[in-house]
């Protein structure tokens, strides 16, 4: 992981490796300090930046070759921006129907496709922009 | 993440602590299996000490639950942390997860 730090931002570039989310932690940790993020907003971002990384780790790269993946944290005040950047095959977020059926019964309930959901329900914004060959992901959540 | 498993008279307590997430759900998911596979039918996950849970353990919960409502087990959790509790709420497992607030609570439905 290479970080880039200021005072109201925190730019990280990680290998396409499930290892890195370790990384994320820690900076979230850091993060959270000087921002003075509570437990709860901190564990919300952690959670919605795992399932982004994780689904980008997952599905993305059809070849076998590294990959980069970049994350910027922004503190605006009243909220977190968060933007991901990566190289891999186009990933609409916008258009995902994965929406799980949160009320279906034990038998009926799907195993899977939570990610997206827990995403859009705990950012107030998510938008999606295909740049240069790559999958923008801008979320923000209010504090 | 620590996986600690007990025996109770009347269940088996599973005690998670730490963080389960895409990493490591495997290992959570593959002691499930094992106690079910050793005829274990009435599994009680404690979460005291669990401080996060992403799909990856969500998920793993889930194939848990299901399993054994076929073979007519019981799949209990306690003592959610609020942000766990946040998440199984988001995603509706709140309505099909047996939660209890306590641990005497959940024993007592086994």
């Given amino acids: 992981m290479i970080v880039n730090h200021s005072t109201d931002t925190c730019k990280c570039i990680i290998a396409n490796q499930l290892s890195e989310i370790r990384n994320i932690v820690n900076i979230l940790d850091d993060l959270a300090i000087e921002w003075g993020m509570s437990k709860k907003l901190k564990n919300q971002l952690n959670l919605v930046v795992e399932e982004v990384v994780s689904n980008i780790m997952k599905y993305a790269y059809p070849d076998e070759n590294n990959h980069l993946i970049t994350l910027e944290f922004c503190n605006e005040g009243n909220y977190i921006e968060i933007k991901v950047v990566d190289d891999g095959k186009t990933f609409n977020f916008l258009e995902a129907k994965t929406q799980p059926d949160i009320e279906a019964s034990v038998d009926d309930r799907k195993v899977g496709g939570l990610g997206i959901h827990l995403i859009n329900s705990i950012m107030d914004s998510v938008d999606y922009k295909r740049i240069d060959n790559k999958n923008v992901l801008i979320l923000t959540k209010n504090i | ?110």
């Fill in chain 2, 1 to 110: 993440m620590e996986i600690t498993t007990k025996k109770h008279e009347s269940c088996t307590i599973i005690e998670i602590k730490g963080r389960l997430n895409t990493t490591n759900f495997a290992e959570l998911e593959s002691e499930f299996n094992k106690l079910i596979d050793a005829g274990k039918r009435s599994l009680l996950v404690d979460c005291s000490a669990l401080d996060y849970v992403s799909s990856s353990g969500l998920r793993v919960f889930l194939v848990a639950l299901k399993a054994l409502k076929k073979l007519n087990g019981k799949f209990v959790l306690c003592n959610l942390q609020e942000g766990i509790l946040e998440v199984f709420e988001v995603s509706g497992f709140i309505t099909i997860f047996e939660v209890y607030v306590t641990k005497e609570e959940a024993l007592g439905v086994f």
